[in-house]
């Protein structure tokens, strides 16, 4: 079975410019995890969706960020504008909902604003 | 919040053993720990449940102190591709029952 994929691998825009990333969990996971990583904040949770509701965005930083899982195999990060302080590395990850619920990540994607 | 991870960093020799220590303030129903290598997505090691169940490698082992909230990893003769990243992630259960935070990293160095 094939992992978790996310495109684009690596995206470069500039500041002001709307960013969509998306992400296919593997089939048959309930959970799907958005995480962003800098070395300054190391790896954060910004929203999770169980069965494709959304059950935490606590993390998400600020208005700009929304998340959306129209189906079980799909979902998107979008940011709006984009501004330079967002330059991470987003993954996507997910699991199922067993006692051990062990998260499967994806490449990631490597943002860079300029 | 999120859980501190002791030492920040170890440098080892192929073969030496190394303990990755982790901790949290909070009750936990769950450790998770995962391994990342430079540029590479994190993988998965181990999980530890409260109640003493855990799964993982064969080769990595780990502790949970229910009571302290406190969790080790340890390698024992060390590889070179042992070298990487490790975080764990700890799980409250409950309302929050699959949403893991991570804590800062170990940086593991393995040298020849």
Redesign the interface.
Known sequence: DAGVIQSPRHEVTEMGQEVTLRCKPISGHD?L?WYRQTMMR????LI?F?NNVP??DSGMPEDRFSAKMPNASFSTLKIQPSEPRDSAVY?CAS?K?T??????????TRLTVL | Q?PVQSPQAVILREGEDAVINCSSSKALYSV?WYRQKHG?????LM?L?KGG?Q?GHEKISASFNEKKQQSSLYLTASQLSYSGTY?C?TETGGT??????????TILTVHP
Do not use: M
């Not at chain 1, 190391?42 to 949770?45: K, S």
């Not at chain 1, 006692?99 to 990631?108: D, I, K, R, S, V």
């Not at chain 2, 590479?40 to 998965?44: D, H, Q």
């Open positions: 959970y995890f190391g790896l954060e949770l999770y169980n059950i935490d993954f699991s909902q006692p051990y619920n062990e998260q499967f990540f994806g490449p990631g | 999120q998770h590479e997505a994190p993988v998965f999980i449940l169940e799964k975080f992630g929050s029952y699959g949403k893991l935070t991570f804590g800062q990293g």
